[in-house]
C-alpha cells in the first residue's frame, strides 16, 4: 500500500468507527495529514473535550494520551505508540514533590503537563509552555513550586517577577541539549533570519531569540512574519511542517539533535493497524482520574 493509499484507508476506517485522531504537531507530516486535529499540548487538551466521537487515537505521547482520558474517562483512548512516554514526565516522583512542598506550605504547586497523572494528582495546577507564564500570574499564590522542567521554570521566572519561582530538577532531553554556540553559529551563518525556540531550551539559548514560544506559537510567528528566512529551535518536525505551509519562506533547523524519539515511534502504519485490528486502551484508576481533573480542568480554565 502507498503512503497516499494508507490515508485513505485510514479516513475510512476512523468514520466507520467512530475514532477521533489527535496529533501533537512533532509528528510527522503523513500522520498530521490523517489526523482530525493538530496542535501543540494545549489546544490538543482543549480539543479533547469537544471531540464528539466514542473514541480517541493520540499519536503523540503517554502523558498526552492520559490527558485526553482523564478529561474524557467515558471514552475509549489509544495510544498511537504504546511505548511512547515523555523522559521529563517520569523525572520526578511525587513522594520527591511532595516532600519539596512542605519547605513552602503557602505555595502553588504548579505542574508542565508533561507528567504523569499521579505527579497532577497531587498538584494544585498544570500548565502547558503556551499557558505556563498566564496561568502562573493568574494564581493568588505569591510562592509558586514549578515541576519538573527546570528551564521552562526559569523562563516563566522571569516573565513573573512578582512571583517566588522554586524550582527542582528536571528538563527535556532534546531541547535542553541545545548549546548557545550552535545558535550563534547558526546566526552568523543566516544571519537575516529570526530566531525561534522552545521555553524547554536553556536560558543562554532563549535570550538570543526573537520568538520564544510553543510549538504552535513559533508556527504562528512564522507565518505571520515578514521575515523569510527563521531559525527554528524546536523539535525537527516543525521545520518540516513549516516548510509544506510556507513554500516561500526558508527555515533551518538550529539542531540536528532536536528530535523527540518517543515523538519518533509512531508511524502512519501504527495508526492503521490500530484502527484496522484495535490495540490496548490507556486505563487510569478512577480516584486518579477524578484527583488529576481538578488540576488539568483548572488549567483550561485559567489558560484560556
Ligand atoms: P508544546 O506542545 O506545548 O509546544 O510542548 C512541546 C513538547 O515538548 C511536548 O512534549
Ligand atoms: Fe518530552 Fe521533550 Fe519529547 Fe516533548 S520533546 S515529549 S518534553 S522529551
Redo the contacts with the bound molecule.
Sequence with gaps: MTVFEMQKEIERLKREKDVCILA???QSQAVTEIADFT??????ATQATKAPQKSVIMC??R??AETVKILSPEKKVYLSAPRAG?P?AEQLSVEEVLAEKKKYPDCAVVAY??TTAELKAVCDVCV???SAVRIVKSLPQKEILFVPDCNLGAYVAEKCPEKTVHLMRGC?P??AAVKREELLKAKALHPDAAVLV?P?CKKEVIELADCV??????IDYAKASEKREFIVG??ISVCEHLSFDCPDKRFYQLSKGLI?AD?KLTSLSDVYHLLKCGGEEVELDGALVEKARKCIDKMLTYGK
Design positions: 501533537h504537531t512533532y496542535g501543540d499540548s494545549f489546544a490538543l503523540g505521547v502523558f498526552m515523555c521529563m503537563v508533561n502547558t509552555s503556551s527535556c532534546v531541547h522552545h524547554e514560544g510553543s510549538t504552535k506559537e513559533i524546536t523539535e523527540c515523538m
